[in-house]
């Protein structure tokens, strides 16, 4: 396997974070200055990934670059895309008065000409743990190894997504938005539904038990969910082709959201997902994950997440000092 045929990762770092109120993608959380990319960056290159392609805004590139480049730059072949909100199929023009990007599924779009093999999707601000990156890598370095053999048997498209249980992946401090996923007893995930306002709450059989919960009406009502409910925090991989599903796509998408929603719209990467596998164009592996995930979704957060970071460098999971 040459190094241009193996796993890529694709992180998507173009949200600005506007519930935390700041580029919070790169807001240092580490005792040397590190930010929580620093730590993803450093668990994936353990785990074998070597070339990475960041999805940014263009305006925030200068920035980006003075974290990234000389630190794990220096370790990892890095490049950029950049998320433009014209960046749309021929024929397709931004409606008036938009401004707000098209979502994750566009994301990835964005980076079309820098992906030519199987690759891996995440969030820029989101913690995984490095067992998430060790697993994403063995099935990846499975696909490309198939690609080396000359292809594999015809048959659904092959997808993989680490799940965390729901429970670990809240805050105290709000809302937040998980896909929800449905499992099939042979672990081949069916479908993920978006949730946008999940949060604890008091639960109806014992209002001094916080349960998750998620309202589809801005509170009005809750419907509670089980804390190990599965959900996706946008850890994906996939084939190559997934491109082409996303691309091709993308017109129906617009067609739908100009004519409904043209200002706030949104093109999800979980969408396009559930479309292939209902069509049977895809089949997506679950691969669960047991781990504690951390992010900085509100500004309260951020010192949580410090402080379970330092603690894994205490305990030696993590050097000091990530780069030296």
Same mark, same amino acid.
């Given at each position: 396997?040459?190094?241009?045929?193996?796993?890529?990762?694709?992180?998507?770092?173009?949200?600005?974070?506007?519930?935390?109120?700041?580029?919070?993608?790169?807001?240092?959380?580490?005792?040397?200055?590190?930010?929580?990319?620093?730590?993803?960056?450093?668990?994936?290159?353990?785990?074998?990934?070597?070339?990475?392609?960041?999805?940014?805004?263009?305006?925030?590139?200068?920035?980006?670059?003075?974290?990234?480049?000389?630190?794990?730059?220096?370790?990892?072949?890095?490049?950029?895309?950049?998320?433009?909100?014209?960046?749309?199929?021929?024929?397709?023009?931004?409606?008036?008065?938009?401004?707000?990007?098209?979502?994750?599924?566009?994301?990835?779009? *964005?980076?079309? !000409?820098?992906?030519? @093999?199987?690759?891996?999707?995440?969030? &820029?601000? #989101?913690?995984?743990?490095?067992?998430? /990156?060790?697993?994403?890598?063995?099935?990846?370095?499975?696909?490309?190894?198939?690609?080396?053999?000359?292809?594999?048997?015809?048959?659904?498209?092959?997808?993989?997504?680490?799940?965390?249980?729901?429970?670990?992946?809240?805050?105290?401090?709000?809302?937040?938005?998980?896909?929800?996923?449905?499992?099939?007893?042979?672990?081949?995930?069916?479908?993920?539904?978006?949730?946008?306002?999940?949060?604890?709450?008091?639960?109806?059989?014992?209002?001094?038990?916080?349960?998750?919960?998620?309202?589809?009406?801005?509170?009005?009502?809750?419907?509670?969910?089980?804390?190990?409910?599965?959900?996706?925090?946008?850890?994906?991989?996939?084939?190559?082709?997934?491109?082409? *599903?996303?691309? !091709?796509?993308?017109? @129906?998408?617009?067609?739908?959201?100009? &004519?409904? #929603?043209?200002?706030?719209?949104?093109? /999800?990467?979980?969408?396009?997902?559930?479309?292939?596998?209902?069509?049977?164009?895809?089949?997506?592996?679950?691969?669960?994950?047991?781990?504690?995930?951390?992010?900085?979704?509100?500004?309260?957060?951020?010192?949580?997440?410090?402080?379970?970071?330092?603690?894994?460098?205490?305990?030696?999971?993590?050097?000091?000092?990530?780069?030296?």
């Amino acid at each position: 396997m040459s190094d241009q045929e193996k796993p890529i990762l694709l992180i998507m770092a173009a949200g600005m974070g506007s519930r935390y109120g700041g580029l919070k993608q790169i807001d240092p959380v580490g005792s040397h200055g590190e930010i929580i990319l620093d730590f993803s960056l450093y668990d994936a290159m353990l785990a074998g990934f070597e070339r990475v392609v960041f999805v940014i805004k263009e305006e925030n590139a200068e920035a980006f670059r003075g974290l990234i480049d000389g630190r794990a730059g220096k370790h990892l072949d890095v490049r950029y895309a950049f998320q433009k909100l014209d960046d749309l199929p021929d024929g397709y023009e931004v409606p008036e008065g938009r401004v707000k990007p098209w979502g994750t599924a566009h994301a990835v779009y *964005a980076a079309r !000409d820098y992906i030519d @093999a199987p690759f891996c999707v995440i969030n &820029a601000d #989101d913690y995984y743990g490095s067992g998430a /990156f060790q697993t994403m890598y063995e099935f990846l370095e499975g696909l490309c190894n198939e690609d080396d053999l000359s292809g594999r048997e015809a048959g659904p498209d092959r997808y993989a997504m680490v799940a965390f249980q729901l429970d670990k992946t809240l805050t105290e401090n709000g809302h937040v938005a998980r896909g929800v996923c449905e499992v099939g007893d042979n672990g081949v995930l069916k479908k993920v539904t978006e949730r946008t306002k999940i949060m604890w709450r008091p639960s109806e059989d014992d209002p001094e038990t916080k349960v998750p919960a998620y309202t589809e009406d801005d509170g009005g009502t809750w419907s509670m969910l089980a804390p190990d409910t599965p959900v996706s925090m946008n850890f994906w991989g996939f084939e190559r082709s997934f491109m082409d *599903a996303v691309s !091709d796509g993308f017109p @129906a998408f617009l067609d739908k959201a100009l &004519a409904e #929603d043209p200002l706030k719209g949104e093109y /999800f990467l979980p969408s396009v997902v559930t479309e292939k596998i209902e069509s049977g164009g895809a089949e997506v592996n679950v691969l669960r994950s047991a781990d504690q995930w951390y992010g900085v979704t509100y500004k309260e957060d951020k010192e949580n997440v410090k402080n379970a970071l330092q603690s894994m460098k205490d305990k030696g999971f993590y050097p000091e000092k990530l780069w030296d």
